[in-house]
């Protein structure tokens, strides 16, 4: 695994450069000769898709901050002047809108593949717990991206997000004024909403940054779970995964572009077109449908500070989770009883969203109930057990065994 | 490995090249509105514009207007700066173009009816940012009794044209019409 | 494959019955949300799906009712005169356009005395609002505040159900706001439910969120002079405004979809070219 830069440029004036920098070769082992797993499927693109992401994010951000004007009385129209006005402005706001969501999607989709092979475990526990904290970065990001247009959703998000603070006991109040910089959610919360937005990408970056070097350490999973044994079992980055991940992340953009040209308010509130007042709240107030799980377990609760710390606890569980999979088997593929629970997991958390977009009433509040405890019960029950009652199937020797067992053997059945 | 059959090759490379072709296309096609945004967007165009009343401008003295984000002065002479602006000859000039955009003819020069409002040679409207970088002259100061930049000492006469000094052109006139005495719109 | 298909049928159960279950709220979740009002009937909009564009003529016809009937009350303030003669809209000739904004008085200034002053408007200026704030709006409108309608057919939506709404984003369909603008413009006169307890000052309309609103109903068969024999109709009118003010809350919404189709084409070839490198890539690794 070590070692694998042999980079070596035979042009003097490269070679001068490259004694004094070696940041060619840095690229050359990370991006080039890196050996790849040769057998990752079309899930593991997700990390390049979800670093393109962050690029378009950023550029398109900071356009629109050529244009945007961060303060209570201007902010609304400043955006509709994008839209209206500024050249390309509606492609490049629309751009930025939806290409949070599309972050999102993606990231979502990267998770769920981590812990379907199980990528968090033993030797990638680092790797694991700085993609969570991208994860908590993404939230406040994107949490505050939403105020900035100040519609009706903008402030009235902020409002109710920033009151989480004062279940706090002693200081809660002290921190909630803290944070808004006033008595309510006004200029001063926007215009710092606004810095601390544009800071936080790049926030996110350098931690990618971090990932992707505990990544390199610890080389890739694939989806059999068992390490990489021999040369034989991968291959270099370039050419073979670049233009998988090129692949893939046309292919996303299709996606996304159906969302941008063609439904661009899909995933967004209609309230938010219109201008923000304090003193009318939105009949129905819902957060961005990618917080929508973690609002449905903040109200399952029915006591403020209760429903606040079960919220934090959801994602605080991940930071947890190598340790609380006790199993040492990776990948689902030869964990029987656990794939079945990662499904369910996952139909839990797609309910947890549906419920999160529901009036809090009726069966909504029971199921959504027992839907919080199963996420919990997932994590600090089932999971640490399942590693004492499963018998995991027999693991191949090495990946190009099963390789090997998938193309020869098994020739007409369905390739994975 | 074998060797490659003769097709195979030219076939691959054929393929490599239309992606990357289409790569690149797509690359700059999708670079352009990140460009194209910084260029002045719809409602600072429609700007262009601005009616102003020259009624109240006594002989002598002048006002100095916005127009675009730029002052634009607005000079009632005296006729003594006719006079004096008349008198130069071309060749004693540094820029021989009126540097005025309401002359029709294909004689541009930069004599003082060229630079004077059309038929009312008492008036003169240019935009007051100097030639060389941008500051604004001062009026009625400098060696040629006209206006002077503080910022490099360009001297401009009583014409706005530019006689001493690191400046490279007279100063520009607007696009104006009179629409009527007392009624001037630039733009 | 065959060994892991067992386990797969209990998940696949489970997977079953947690959809039947989300099916079953997403079914009953509009009941319990809706309330009193009505949910707007769907039309057939021209700028609807992806080839949609707006008809001119319904456009420019949407501007004269909203001109007549509605801009006594309502403003439009984030559209400027030369928006109406732009690609993309009414497309109204220059001509009409600078005409049209001379009849506006817009407030410019401060003139030489450090006065504000009323001048006819140019093409670079916005439709000024009928009051100059919220407060004068109500105090003029006895308490009731007219939105101003620039965003209205973005700003306002009604619910369709989960599944409902999934298919909306395959058929890409956005024109609830359209949707809604017209059901309550034409959803006046019904007769009023023996248990909805009349208020006063205000007026039934089932499709208004609660079912009382504050605005009389704006528009009467004929009240509106249509010179290209388009039927002088409170449904046409309320069609033909309802289409001004889609485009008014999205001025852009065709180049936008042409651009769409445009990148669409682009995409599909990149991937079917990139799919192809690929494989040709990867021909020679078992993998």
Not at chain 3, 174 to 191: K, S
Request: proline share 7%; hydrophobic share 45%.
């Amino acid at each position: 695994m070590s070692g694998h830069s042999t980079f070596d440029p035979k042009n003097p004036a490269l070679k001068w450069f490259e004694a004094r920098l070696p940041i060619l070769g840095l690229a050359h082992s990370s991006f080039v000769a890196y050996p790849t797993p040769k057998n990752l499927n079309y899930w593991w693109t997700f990390g390049a898709i979800l670093s393109m992401m962050l690029g378009v994010q950023i550029i398109t951000g900071i356009v629109l901050v050529m244009h945007y004007t961060p303060h209570v009385d201007m902010a609304f129209n400043s955006v509709e002047h994008i839209m209206r006005d500024v050249n390309y402005g509606w492609l490049i706001r629309y751009m930025h809108a939806n290409g949070a969501s599309m972050f999102f999607i993606a990231v979502y989709v990267h998770i769920f593949r981590g812990v379907y092979y199980g990528s968090y475990k033993d030797p990638r526990e680092v790797l694991w717990i700085l993609g969570v904290v991208i994860f908590l970065l993404m939230m406040a990001t994107g949490f505050m991206g939403y105020v900035l247009p100040w519609g009706q959703m903008s402030l009235w998000g902020a409002i109710v997000i920033t009151n989480l603070f004062s279940a706090i006991p002693f200081v809660g109040e002290a921190v909630t004024t803290w944070l808004w910089g006033g008595f309510a959610v006004d200029n001063p919360t926007l215009n710092r909403f606004f810095s601390l937005h544009y800071l936080l990408p790049f926030m996110i970056a350098g931690v990618v940054g971090l990932h992707v070097w505990a990544l390199h350490v610890s080389g890739q999973n694939n989806p059999t779970g068992v390490e990489v044994k021999s040369s034989s079992d991968t291959v270099p980055f370039t050419p073979y995964a670049t233009v998988k991940d090129a692949f893939g992340m046309v292919c996303f953009l299709i996606f996304f572009a159906w969302f941008l040209f063609y439904v661009p308010n899909y995933l967004g509130h209609a309230d938010n077109y219109i201008p923000a007042n304090p003193l009318s709240t939105p009949a129905h107030i819902v957060p961005e449908w990618y917080f929508l799980p973690f609002y449905a377990i903040l109200r399952a609760i029915p006591d403020k500070l209760g429903g606040v710390i079960a919220m934090f606890a959801a994602i605080v569980v991940l930071f947890f989770l190598p340790w609380l999979d006790t199993s040492k088997v990776r990948s689902a593929r030869y964990r029987p009883l656990y794939r079945q629970f990662f499904w369910v997991l996952l139909a839990v958390c797609l309910g947890l969203g549906y419920i999160g977009a529901m009036p809090p009433e009726g069966w909504y509040i029971v199921i959504g109930r027992l839907l919080t405890a199963y996420y919990f019960l997932h994590f600090l029950v089932i999971l640490p057990l399942l590693g004492f009652i499963e018998k995991p199937l027999p693991l191949p020797a090495s990946i190009t065994e099963a390789v090997l067992a998938k193309n020869g053997a098994a020739k007409p059945a369905v390739g994975a | 490995m074998a060797t490659p059959s003769v097709v195979e090759p030219t076939r691959r490379d054929f393929l490599y090249i239309a992606t990357g072709a289409v790569a690149a296309v797509g690359g700059a096609a999708a670079v352009w509105p990140f460009i194209a945004q910084m260029n002045p967007d719809a409602s600072t165009l429609a700007l262009a514009s601005t009616d102003v009343n020259i009624g109240a401008i006594a002989e002598g003295s002048a006002i100095t207007i916005k127009w675009r984000g730029k002052p634009v002065f607005i000079r009632h002479r005296t006729p003594k700066e006719i006079e004096d602006a008349k008198a130069v000859p071309m060749a004693d000039l540094i820029d021989q173009d009126a540097r005025n955009p309401n002359l029709t003819g294909d004689n541009t020069q930069a004599t003082d009816a060229h630079r004077a409002a059309e038929g009312k040679e008492n008036w003169i409207i240019m935009i007051g940012t100097c030639t060389h970088l941008g500051c604004v002259p001062i009026g009625q100061s400098g060696n040629f009794g006209g206006w002077f930049c503080p910022c490099h000492g360009s001297h401009y006469d009583t014409a706005g044209r530019i006689r001493q000094g690191p400046a490279p052109e007279n100063l520009h006139i607007p696009p104006y019409q009179f629409t009527n005495d007392t009624t001037i719109r630039i733009g | 494959m065959s060994a892991k298909t067992r386990p797969m049928t209990s998940v696949s159960a489970l997977l079953k019955a947690a959809v039947i279950a989300v099916a079953t709220f997403a079914v009953t979740a509009p009941a319990l949300a809706a309330g009193p009002a009505h949910t707007p009937h769907r039309e057939d909009w021209s700028w609807s799906g992806p080839f949609g564009h707006f008809d001119r003529g319904q456009l420019q016809r949407g501007f004269k009712v909203y001109r007549e009937v509605c801009a006594s009350c309502h403003g439009i303030k984030l559209v400027a005169f030369r928006n109406l003669m732009e690609d993309g809209g009414p497309e109204f000739s220059e001509g009409q356009i600078r005409l049209l904004a001379s009849e506006y008085q817009v407030q410019d200034g401060p003139d030489e005395s450090g006065e504000m002053f009323d001048r006819p408007g140019r093409l670079s200026d916005r439709f000024p609002s009928p009051f100059p704030n919220e407060q004068a709006a109500r105090a003029a409108q006895g308490g009731a505040y007219p939105p101003d309608l620039s965003l209205i057919a973005k700003a306002r939506t009604y619910t369709r159900g989960f599944w409902l709404s999934l298919l909306d984003l395959v058929t890409q369909y956005q024109e609830h706001g359209a949707d809604y603008l017209h059901a309550v413009l034409v959803g006046y006169g019904q007769p009023v439910p023996a248990d909805a307890h009349a208020q006063p000052g205000l007026h039934y309309n089932p499709y208004f969120p609660g079912g009382w609103i504050a605005m009389p109903n704006p528009l009467s068969d004929g009240q509106v002079e249509y010179t290209d024999g388009t039927p002088a109709t409170v449904d046409q009118y309320s069609r033909d405004v309802t289409a001004f003010l889609a485009w008014t809350a999205e001025p852009h919404l065709e180049a936008r979809k042409q651009l769409g189709f445009v990148v669409f084409i682009f995409l599909f070839v990149f991937a079917g070219l990139l799919y192809f490198t690929k494989k040709k890539v990867w021909s020679n690794v078992a993998h």
